[in-house]
Each structure stands twice: as structure tokens, then as C-alpha cells.
């Protein structure tokens, strides 16, 4: 049977009376691109801590690569690569300096830690930065320079936590590609965010964490199928009455109707041609509409109908 | 990979401007103002005075002592011997006429009892007790010797000869010739505590609840102590090279004689440096509270080292020295200004190595106190 790349056994974790982690389970397998889902608060960073050995837990266990999980696995530790939610760059050093000495604690070879550190320039895209400090660098640029001090050494499974935060389009797009041409070149990958559409963009497997609890494992499709969504349909409609949702939530497959600021949103849980009976429906009772649009549920639509609406706002 | 470590710490260290205008360039500006402050003093008290002394002995007291005194008394040497009674002595003392006053009883023994009373605690009263230690600790040895091996009397007497002429030359000679000396020694202690800012910053960049860049770092490949070690190294040639500008500065430019035993005197400016170093370290080590108020407390403990030692209020020294001795003793600012003082003002260097070993002996317990707290440092929270 394959190793794991990493094993979370029955995970406990708490923080005098919250608990952070509430037996967690989860497994990461060789070469893929993991994505940890999950509001504020849920657990997310505090697992990434546990793997990292960082942080003491009530109980459970931790394996890294087939091992045991300690603050001294430096054999273990060497083979990470961790890319935080903050920026952890040295300020008084250039961005050559900072990738040279992370890539340094890892790789003693000068020459093989030299070739390391120009290919993170150029994976980075710092080429014309490097003896900047990283006060002069864009919010963008230092993301990559976090990044690059992340990944400089070539690890076999990269952390990254949130590395997209406060970042233009542009440089997302950059950091995203970066993270898959990592993947390709055979790094396994755990990447956290509250971006849906990056996770879905780049992840393998979900897994979705709320209350310390890990809610939902899959592929984004196999998560799609756990959810009661199967389509959307919005209509523009200037006025309705309310005898008119009443009926419209009475159609087949629909289950949830909400009608805004002129804006008529119907859910329904599957099946076909949900739009032709509703524009039958609205056509029977001549009510005019403007726009329509029809969608498939997206991640968002999973994490929000698995974790809830309600506003999270204590600290992760 | 630690000479790599060593060059990026030094240049992290020298790179901040906060702490090296405050390791080096402040030392500097306050041993200015101290010179320009006590210029004319310094000046006018380099020539030195023969120290006045009443010396009141019982009948039938040891003349050992009288002789001694007298030798030391005899061609303008250290003391102006004022012979006389206990009313008028008394009188004298409180009309600082004389620095002290020297009772020699009648104690049926040799050596006789005798005893020194001082109403202030300078550098006069203390060459007074210095001259009473070493005649009681000359006749301990010689009575020893003549019971144990009276064979050695005559090494013994030699001794003796030498430890007098000592007391005639070399106390005239090599004694900085200012009390306000003190005030440079204990800026020089000062300036070596100015380290703590620096030692603070290797625990903060260790210590994954105080900054994300210790996060990093401790997940690294590299041991905690491969990575602490280049960074204490950094850290203590910076902080020396700081204190060697400011002895530097003081000597040449300022011109105040710091004592001929330069070596000496480097060798404990770098003990007192690596202690601030440590002192910084084991505070960033404590607990989890912020680097905000961290950087208080080591702001707070080298202030008030420094105040004990008599940075701020002369004669601070000598008066804990009477009234809270074990300060002195563990105080790190004031075992530095002991040792230079030391230095340059008694015969040999038993004072001196005690203050030095009592210096190590605090780097040392402080080093291991903050390593036990940061090595395989798993966190509650962070």
C-alpha cells in the first residue's frame, strides 16, 4: 500500500474550553494539490501548525511521510516547504539575501543552493528585483518573494497557507500557475484559501473543515454531488406578487425561491429542463422578465450549504 | 553553514538603524555630554592629592600598623597622617578635614585590632580600605606561615616589601585620578547592556508565537541551535565592536584615561557584552507576551542595571556596597564597572577575576535558561 504523505489521525485539539480540532481525520496522498476549505475559525491554520509540529494537541496523531511528526524531524522537516498566511521575509535583507538564506537551511551545497536560488527568482518572477529590500516591494511581489523563500529548496510537499491574500489579479494568476507548475514537477501540495474559484481552479481534493470537524472529502465534483443545488436560475423581474413564489416553489425539483431588489433566484435539486417550466410558468401568468441566466452550483455554493451563512468571525 | 549564518545575521544586526544608533552611536553622544559636563573636573582633579587621614592608636597598641602607615606617609607618598585622639579625629571626620579614621586597640596580639571609620564612600575612603585589607591580609599569612612553616618567614617578608611599595607607587600612579571616572566606567557598562535589544531580537526571531519569521524558521531544515549559535555570535562581535568604538572614542578623542590595562579592559567590555546579549535572549525566551512588552523590560532592566552601577547618580556603587551588598554581586552593570575599577585600582587580579567569573557565571545561567525555553518549543497556542 502507497504511504501517505500525510496522516492525521483522530485530532484533538483545544484551546482551554473551544475546540479547535475536533478529531480530525484526514489523509494526503502523494502528488496531489489538497485544498483545506473552511470559515474563519474552523481549524485550518491550527492543523497546518500540528503538521508542522508547532503546535502541542490533546491527542490523536500526526505523520509526515510515513513518521511521527516532532519539533527535531529535521529529516522530515526538510523535505517541507511552507509558505505562510504572513509574510516571513528577513526586512534588512534584498530578496536575493532572503531566498538565499531560507534555501541555505536546507540545501548545505553552495552550488546546488545557488541554482536552487535562481530558479525561485525566476519562478517568481523577481529577476529584476533582487537587490530590493522587501519594504520597496508591491504587496504582489512580496507575496512571491514569500513564496520563493517557500519553495527555493524544491521540497516534496509544500504548505501554503493563504498565499493569495491581498494580492492583484495579476500576480494571483501568476502565483496560481506557479503552484500547479510545482505540482506537475512532482510536489505534493496543501493549499488553503477563501477564494473558491482558486481552489477550484487548482485543487485535486477538498477537503471542507468547519468547527474543527473535516465535513466533506472529495474531488470538487464528487463535493458538487453532496450538496442539494443542482442548478440556479436567476430572472430579472420587476414585479411579482407573492402568490406567484408561493407557486413557483410548488414547480418540481425547485426548492428554494428568494426574490430581491427586482432579482429572482430558484433553486432547484436536479433534474432537466427546470428552466423551460418556469418560463412556462411566468409566460402562463404573463409576467414580463428581463435577464436570464442559468448556473451549475460552484464550490461556493458547497461551502456555504455545508458550513452554513452565518458570519464566522473569531480568529483562526 | 555557519559562517553563511553568521555574515546574514551581522548584516540583519548592522542594517537596523534603531539598535545601532542605540549600541553605538548613543554611548557616544552621552560620554560627549559627560565630558563636556564634568570637563573642568576632570581636568582640574588629575593631580593628586595626598589623602588626609587621623590615625588614633590605644596604649599598648601593635606599632605594626603605625609603621606601615608611616611608610606609606613618608616622601609625599599616598597618606597625610594626622596622629591624634578619638575626640579630635571625630571632630576632623566631621568637618572633612580627614577621609577616615584609623583606631589602632590594643588586642594582645601582634597584628593589634585595627579598624577604619569613613563617613563617605569615594575613591579616597575606598584606597583607605583598601590599605587596611591588604595589612590584615599580610599579617593572617605571616602569623599562617610562622605557625605552619617558619622556614618560609623570610619569602613571606618580601612579600610584604613588595605589597608596600605598592601601596606607595603603584595606587599613586595607575589610580584614574577622578572619581568622575566612574561615570565612564559605568557608561561603558551601559553601552555593553545595550546588547539586550539585540539578544531580544534572536529569541523574537525564534520564538514561532512572537514572529512569523520564526515560524518559518523553526520548521526549517537546520536544529535550533545550528541557527542560534551563528545569530548569538553575530549578535556579540557587533555588540563588542559597538563598546570598542565607545572605549575608543572615550580614550582618544574624549581623552579620559580608562587605565593602562587596555587588554584587560576590552576582554571586559566583551564578557559584558555577551551578558547583555544573554540578558536580551532569556527575557525574549520568557512566556508568550508580546515583543512590544519585552522590549520594555529589557529597555527597564539595563536602565536600572545601569542606574545601580552609578550611571545616573555618582557614588551609587559604594553605597550599595554598604547597604545592599548582594546587589553589587549580581548587579551585571555594576560587576562591570567593579572589574574596570578594579583594574586600575588594586594590586593583582583577585577582585578583578571575581567579578569576571561572577560576570560568566550570569551569561551562562541566563544563555541555558533561554535555551532550555526555545529548544523543541512546542506551543499552546500561537
Same mark, same amino acid.
Request: hydrophobic share 40%; aromatic share 10%.
Given at each position: 500500500?502507497?504511504?501517505?504523505?500525510?496522516?492525521?489521525?483522530?485530532?484533538v485539539?483545544?484551546?482551554?474550553?473551544?475546540?479547535?480540532?475536533?478529531?480530525l481525520?484526514?489523509?494526503?496522498?502523494e502528488?496531489?494539490?489538497f +485544498?483545506?476549505?473552511?470559515?474563519?475559525?474552523? +481549524?485550518?491554520?491550527?492543523?497546518?501548525?500540528?503538521?508542522?509540529?508547532?503546535?502541542?494537541?490533546?491527542?490523536?496523531?500526526?505523520?509526515?511521510?510515513?513518521?511521527?511528526?516532532?519539533?527535531?524531524?529535521?529529516?522530515?522537516?526538510?523535505?517541507?516547504?511552507v509558505v505562510?498566511?504572513?509574510?516571513?521575509?528577513?526586512?534588512?535583507?534584498?530578496?536575493?539575501?532572503?531566498?538565499?538564506?531560507?534555501?541555505?537551511l536546507y540545501?548545505k551545497?553552495?552550488?546546488e543552493?545557488?541554482?536552487?536560488?535562481?530558479?525561485?527568482?525566476?519562478?517568481?518572477?523577481?529577476?529584476?528585483?533582487?537587490?530590493?529590500?522587501p519594504?520597496?516591494?508591491?504587496?504582489?511581489?512580496?507575496?512571491?518573494?514569500?513564496?520563493?523563500?517557500?519553495?527555493?529548496?524544491?521540497p516534496?510537499?509544500?504548505?501554503?497557507?493563504?498565499?493569495?491574500?491581498?494580492?492583484?489579479?495579476?500576480?494571483?494568476?501568476?502565483?496560481?500557475?506557479?503552484?500547479q507548475?510545482?505540482n506537475?514537477?512532482?510536489?505534493?501540495?496543501?493549499?488553503?484559501?477563501?477564494?473558491?474559484?482558486e481552489?477550484?481552479?487548482?485543487?485535486? !481534493?477538498?477537503?471542507?473543515?468547519d468547527?474543527?470537524?473535516?465535513?466533506?472529502?472529495?474531488t470538487?465534483?464528487?463535493?458538487?454531488a453532496?450538496i442539494?443545488?443542482?442548478e440556479?436560475?436567476?430572472?430579472?423581474?420587476?414585479?411579482?406578487?407573492?402568490?406567484?413564489?408561493?407557486?413557483?416553489? !410548488?414547480?418540481?425539483?425547485?426548492?428554494?425561491?428568494d426574490?430581491?431588489?427586482?432579482?429572482?433566484?430558484?433553486?432547484?435539486? +436536479?433534474?432537466?429542463?427546470?428552466?423551460?417550466?418556469?418560463?412556462?410558468?411566468?409566460?402562463?401568468?404573463?409576467?414580463?422578465?428581463?435577464?436570464?441566466?442559468?448556473?451549475l452550483?460552484?464550490?461556493?455554493d458547497?461551502?456555504?450549504?455545508?458550513?452554513?451563512?452565518?458570519? !464566522?468571525?473569531?480568529?483562526? | 553553514?555557519?559562517?553563511?549564518?553568521?555574515?546574514?545575521?551581522?548584516?540583519?544586526?548592522?542594517?537596523?538603524?534603531?539598535?545601532?544608533?542605540?549600541?553605538?552611536?548613543? *554611548?557616544i553622544?552621552?560620554?560627549?555630554?559627560f565630558r563636556?559636563?564634568?570637563?573642568?573636573?576632570?581636568?582640574?582633579e588629575?593631580?593628586?592629592?595626598?589623602? *588626609?587621614?587621623?590615625?588614633?592608636?590605644?596604649?599598648?597598641?601593635? *606599632?605594626?600598623?603605625?609603621?606601615?602607615?608611616?611608610?606609606l606617609?613618608?616622601?609625599g607618598?599616598?597618606?597625610?597622617?594626622?596622629?591624634?585622639?578619638?575626640? @579630635?579625629a571625630?571632630?576632623?571626620?566631621?568637618?572633612?578635614k580627614?577621609?577616615?579614621?584609623?583606631?589602632?586597640?590594643?588586642?594582645?596580639?601582634?597584628?593589634?585590632?585595627?579598624t577604619?571609620?569613613?563617613?563617605?564612600?569615594?575613591?579616597?575612603?575606598?584606597i583607605?580600605?583598601s590599605?587596611?585589607?591588604?595589612?590584615?591580609?599580610?599579617?593572617?599569612?605571616?602569623?599562617?606561615?610562622?605557625?605552619?612553616n617558619p622556614?618560609?618567614?623570610?619569602?613571606?617578608? =618580601?612579600?610584604?616589601?613588595?605589597?608596600?611599595?605598592?601601596?606607595m607607587?603603584?595606587?599613586?600612579?595607575?589610580t584614574p585620578?577622578s572619581?568622575?571616572?566612574?561615570?565612564?566606567?559605568?557608561?561603558?557598562?551601559?553601552d555593553?547592556?545595550?546588547?539586550?535589544?539585540?539578544?531580544?531580537?534572536?529569541?523574537?526571531k525564534?520564538k514561532?508565537?512572537?514572529?512569523?519569521?520564526?515560524?518559518?524558521?523553526?520548521?526549517?531544515?537546520?536544529?535550533?541551535?545550528?541557527?542560534?549559535?551563528?545569530d548569538?555570535?553575530?549578535?556579540?562581535?557587533?555588540?563588542?565592536?559597538?563598546?570598542?568604538?565607545?572605549?575608543?572614542y572615550?580614550?582618544?578623542?574624549? @581623552?579620559?584615561?580608562?587605565?593602562?590595562?587596555?587588554?584587560?579592559?576590552?576582554?571586559?567590555?566583551?564578557?559584558?557584552?555577551?551578558?547583555?546579549?544573554?540578558?536580551?535572549f532569556?527575557?525574549?525566551?520568557?512566556?508568550?507576551? =508580546?515583543?512590544?512588552?519585552?522590549?520594555?523590560?529589557?529597555?527597564?532592566?539595563?536602565m536600572?542595571?545601569s542606574?545601580?552601577s552609578?550611571?545616573?547618580?555618582?557614588?551609587?556603587?559604594?553605597f550599595?556596597?554598604?547597604h545592599? *551588598?548582594?546587589?553589587?554581586?549580581?548587579?551585571?552593570?555594576?560587576?562591570?564597572?567593579?572589574?574596570?575599577?578594579?583594574?586600575n585600582?588594586?594590586?593583582?587580579y583577585?577582585?578583578?577575576?571575581?567579578?569576571?567569573?561572577?560576570?560568566?557565571?550570569?551569561?551562562?545561567?541566563?544563555?541555558?535558561?533561554?535555551?532550555?525555553m526555545?529548544?523543541?518549543?512546542?506551543?499552546a497556542?500561537?
Amino acid at each position: 500500500m502507497a504511504e501517505h504523505v500525510i496522516q492525521i489521525e483522530n485530532l484533538v485539539k483545544r484551546y482551554k474550553e473551544l475546540v479547535a480540532l475536533d478529531h480530525l481525520n484526514l489523509t494526503v496522498e502523494e502528488g496531489e494539490v489538497f +485544498g483545506l476549505l473552511g470559515p474563519n475559525g474552523s +481549524g485550518k491554520t491550527t492543523v497546518i501548525s500540528c503538521i508542522l509540529a508547532l503546535l502541542q494537541f490533546d491527542k490523536g496523531s500526526v505523520r509526515v511521510f510515513g513518521k511521527e511528526m516532532q519539533p527535531d524531524s529535521y529529516d522530515i522537516k526538510r523535505q517541507i516547504g511552507v509558505v505562510l498566511q504572513n509574510v516571513a521575509v528577513f526586512e534588512e535583507l534584498t530578496v536575493q539575501e532572503n531566498i538565499d538564506y531560507f534555501c541555505g537551511l536546507y540545501i548545505k551545497d553552495k552550488r546546488e543552493r545557488k541554482q536552487c536560488v535562481e530558479e525561485a527568482v525566476h519562478f517568481s518572477g523577481l529577476e529584476d528585483f533582487r537587490k530590493f529590500y522587501p519594504k520597496k516591494l508591491s504587496g504582489g511581489l512580496l507575496r512571491r518573494l514569500n513564496i520563493a523563500c517557500g519553495i527555493a529548496h524544491k521540497p516534496k510537499l509544500i504548505i501554503l497557507d493563504e498565499p493569495t491574500v491581498a494580492v492583484d489579479p495579476q500576480s494571483r494568476n501568476r502565483i496560481l500557475e506557479g503552484i500547479q507548475k510545482l505540482n506537475q514537477e512532482g510536489a505534493t501540495i496543501i493549499y488553503t484559501s477563501h477564494y473558491m474559484e482558486e481552489v477550484e481552479q487548482i485543487c485535486t !481534493r477538498i477537503a471542507i473543515l468547519d468547527k474543527g470537524r473535516c465535513v466533506a472529502t472529495g474531488t470538487k465534483e464528487e463535493l458538487k454531488a453532496m450538496i442539494k443545488t443542482g442548478e440556479k436560475i436567476h430572472l430579472e423581474i420587476w414585479e411579482l406578487k407573492p402568490e406567484h413564489l408561493e407557486e413557483l416553489r !410548488r414547480l418540481r425539483h425547485v426548492y428554494q425561491v428568494d426574490y430581491r431588489e427586482g432579482m429572482l433566484e430558484i433553486r432547484c435539486s +436536479g433534474g432537466k429542463h427546470n428552466l423551460v417550466h418556469i418560463l412556462d410558468y411566468l409566460a402562463r401568468q404573463e409576467i414580463s422578465f428581463g435577464r436570464v441566466y442559468s448556473e451549475l452550483p460552484t464550490l461556493n455554493d458547497v461551502f456555504l450549504e455545508i458550513t452554513g451563512k452565518e458570519l !464566522r468571525d473569531s480568529a483562526d | 553553514m555557519f559562517f553563511r549564518l553568521y555574515v546574514y545575521s551581522m548584516k540583519q544586526t548592522v542594517r537596523q538603524k534603531l539598535i545601532m544608533f542605540w549600541s553605538l552611536i548613543f *554611548p557616544i553622544i552621552l560620554g560627549t555630554l559627560f565630558r563636556v559636563a564634568f570637563g573642568e573636573f576632570l581636568e582640574e582633579e588629575v593631580i593628586f592629592h595626598q589623602i *588626609p587621614v587621623a590615625y588614633v592608636a590605644e596604649e599598648g597598641a601593635s *606599632p605594626a600598623f603605625a609603621e606601615t602607615l608611616k611608610s606609606l606617609e613618608d616622601d609625599g607618598g599616598l597618606l597625610e597622617i594626622i596622629e591624634t585622639d578619638g575626640k @579630635k579625629a571625630e571632630s576632623l571626620l566631621k568637618e572633612e578635614k580627614v577621609e577616615g579614621i584609623f583606631y589602632n586597640r590594643d588586642s594582645g596580639t601582634e597584628e593589634g585590632e585595627v579598624t577604619l571609620t569613613v563617613t563617605r564612600q569615594e575613591m579616597s575612603q575606598s584606597i583607605l580600605s583598601s590599605i587596611l585589607e591588604q595589612y590584615q591580609r599580610v599579617f593572617h599569612t605571616m602569623g599562617n606561615i610562622s605557625r605552619e612553616n617558619p622556614a618560609g618567614i623570610e619569602a613571606a617578608a =618580601k612579600v610584604i616589601g613588595q605589597q608596600r611599595q605598592y601601596l606607595m607607587e603603584g595606587s599613586i600612579t595607575d589610580t584614574p585620578k577622578s572619581v568622575m571616572t566612574d561615570y565612564f566606567y559605568a557608561l561603558l557598562a551601559m553601552d555593553c547592556l545595550m546588547g539586550v535589544s539585540m539578544g531580544l531580537q534572536i529569541a523574537v526571531k525564534f520564538k514561532a508565537n512572537l514572529s512569523n519569521l520564526a515560524v518559518r524558521r523553526v520548521v526549517s531544515g537546520t536544529s535550533r541551535f545550528g541557527m542560534l549559535m551563528p545569530d548569538l555570535a553575530a549578535r556579540i562581535t557587533i555588540q563588542f565592536l559597538c563598546t570598542l568604538c565607545s572605549v575608543c572614542y572615550l580614550t582618544y578623542v574624549m @581623552k579620559i584615561s580608562l587605565g593602562n590595562k587596555f587588554a584587560l579592559l576590552l576582554l571586559t567590555t566583551l564578557v559584558g557584552s555577551i551578558v547583555g546579549i544573554f540578558m536580551g535572549f532569556f527575557i525574549g525566551a520568557i512566556g508568550t507576551y =508580546k515583543e512590544s512588552l519585552k522590549e520594555g523590560v529589557c529597555v527597564c532592566c539595563m536602565m536600572f542595571s545601569s542606574f545601580l552601577s552609578g550611571l545616573m547618580v555618582g557614588g551609587m556603587y559604594r553605597f550599595l556596597e554598604t547597604h545592599a *551588598p548582594l546587589v553589587n554581586r549580581i548587579n551585571p552593570a555594576s560587576l562591570i564597572v567593579k572589574s574596570l575599577y578594579s583594574l586600575n585600582i588594586y594590586e593583582g587580579y583577585e577582585r578583578y577575576t571575581q567579578s569576571m567569573a561572577s560576570l560568566l557565571t550570569i551569561a551562562v545561567l541566563l544563555g541555558a535558561g533561554a535555551f532550555a525555553m526555545i529548544r523543541r518549543e512546542r506551543y499552546a497556542s500561537i
